[in-house]
């Protein structure tokens, strides 16, 4: 891999006359990891820069993050940015709104599991259970180390059977586990999806795709970039 000290002038000649789409993950990417979702806060520093880049003429701004998009707008609170919420299945921006299709019984399904984990980990300390409507995620970073096996075990135990019936998905980040929608579409899908429908022929100019992100759900984005 090269460093991009050493291949600075070749992306500079490459960017221009591109109009950058310039995709950021939030936790992790603009702002800290922190011990708790309420906790990661945009760095005051960090927001003067998105504003500044949407100034520009030649770069168009999209956050992308597990949270939904009520969420970032909260967090992030600049307009004209496009957000990217809940793994893709929820888009909005400047001229742009997306939802993507889930299936009718999944919304029950996903309390049902809610239920069942909130009863099953109740003696756990640090166990953190955030339903985002589509999807529901398990954070354990405040649980004590010893617990961890046992509450990954148990997530799993009750989101068993539900992923054998392909009625939901599961997955996993920093510190969290996910239940999701038993759909094919994540991160890379959805940035595709906006590459195509909104910027595509976007001012007349060539497109230069950027995404930087620092979780294992970016590599979906990655693959198709």
């Known amino acids: 891999m090269k460093h991009l000290a050493t291949i600075l002038e070749q992306i500079k000649s490459f960017l221009n006359n591109r109009v950058i789409c310039l995709f950021l993950d939030y936790d992790g990417t603009l702002s800290p990891i922190a011990p708790s979702p309420p906790k990661a806060l945009l760095p005051t520093d960090a927001k003067k820069i998105l504003e500044k880049l949407l100034k520009t003429n030649q770069c168009e701004l999209a956050v992308i993050s597990g949270r939904s998009v009520s969420n970032l707008k909260k967090l992030i609170g600049i307009r004209n940015v496009t957000y990217i919420g809940t793994h893709g299945f929820e888009i909005d921006g400047p001229a742009i ?8 019984k999944y919304q029950a399904t996903l309390k049902n599991i809610e239920r ?3 009863n099953k980990l109740a003696p756990f300390n640090g166990v953190l259970i955030e339903n985002k409507g589509i999807s529901l995620s398990l954070h354990y970073r405040l649980v004590s180390r010893k617990n961890i096996p046992s509450v990954k075990k148990m997530f799993y135990d009750i989101a068993g059977p539900y992923v054998k019936k392909n009625k939901i998905k599961t997955g996993r980040g920093k510190m969290v586990l996910e239940i999701r929608p038993p ?3 994540n991160k890379g899908a959805a940035v595709l999806w906006l590459l195509e429908k909104k910027y595509a022929g976007f001012r007349n100019m060539p497109l230069a795709p950027v995404y930087i992100g620092d979780d294992r759900t970016d590599e979906d984005a990655f693959k198709v970039l």
């Open 97 to 104: 709104r997306f939802r993507k299709r889930i299936p009718v």
């Open 183 to 185: 759909v094919k579409w």
């Open 116 to 118: 069942k984990l909130h």
